[in-house]
């Protein structure tokens, strides 16, 4: 099938597939004219690599997923260990963001919003009180 298919099928972009090509994600046959020949196969670790791009992992977690999922000897405990990595990272970056939510809502009750020039955010951001 060509790529307008596999894109049609897979649900992702043809610049995507044409990069995961690129970085060496997908290997997908060459017709006699030079066109790209996707296979079912390839339409599904399309699939494989949006859905795990949806959950967070980065391309090369992705590469990782992939190469554990085509060995057919792997240890499902080397998947859980790269799965629970992420899910470190998700967690480290909820609570970073948790924080960052808490001082942007400290700074906005700090703040008048009046039509006098003083204002707590701009004196935080620019540090002057520490001046």
Known sequence: MNIGEASARSGLPSKTIRYYEDIGLIRPDRNGNGYRDYAVADVHKLRFLQKSRGLGFSVEEC???LALYE???R???DVKELT???LTEIDRKIRELS???HTLEHLVHACHGNDRPDCPI???LSDEQHA
Do not use: I
Request: proline share 0%.
């Open 122 to 124: 701009l004196e935080e």
């Open 84 to 86: 629970q990595a992420k």
């Open 71 to 73: 060995d057919k000897s």
């Open 63 to 65: 590469r990782q997923l």
């Open 75 to 77: 240890a499902s405990a």
């Open 99 to 101: 924080e960052l939510r």
